[in-house]
């Protein structure tokens, strides 16, 4: 059964930090995974991914650590220095390419989602 499952978000201040989990099934341990974030009234953006080598959004660049552990089957999202437009729920999910994934319709999987959100 393919499962996502994110945890870790909550109310942080900003310049703080977070971690966040997301723990996915055996089948998804092949592919590339990724971190996608939606604020109120905004698109669905990109902030990271990861399969042979790690790719970040720009405005999380330096700020945000993408890692993955297959034997614990666990994806992370470190973030840093968090400011008030890190604001957003949080959704891992999976895609079966390879490359420049930093689209949402290049992924297939998706979790529920978590809250993450930072107070000035």
């Known amino acids: 059964q393919a499962q996502l499952v994110e945890s870790g978000g909550g109310l942080v201040q900003a310049g703080g930090s977070l971690r966040l989990s997301c723990f996915y099934s055996?089948?998804?341990?092949?592919?590339?995974m990724g971190w996608f974030r939606q604020a109120p009234g905004k698109e669905r953006e990109f902030v990271a991914s990861?399969?042979?080598?790690?790719n970040y959004a720009d405005s999380v660049k330096g700020r945000f650590t993408i890692s993955r552990d297959n034997a614990k089957n666990t994806l992370y999202l470190q973030m840093d220095s968090l400011k008030p437009e890190d604001t957003a729920v949080y959704y891992c999910a999976v895609s079966t390419g390879s490359f420049y994934l930093t689209q949402s319709d290049q992924y297939d999987w998706w979790g529920q989602g978590t809250q993450v959100t930072v107070s000035s």
């Open positions: 055996d089948n998804f341990s092949p592919y590339a």
């Open positions: 990861i399969k042979w080598d790690t």
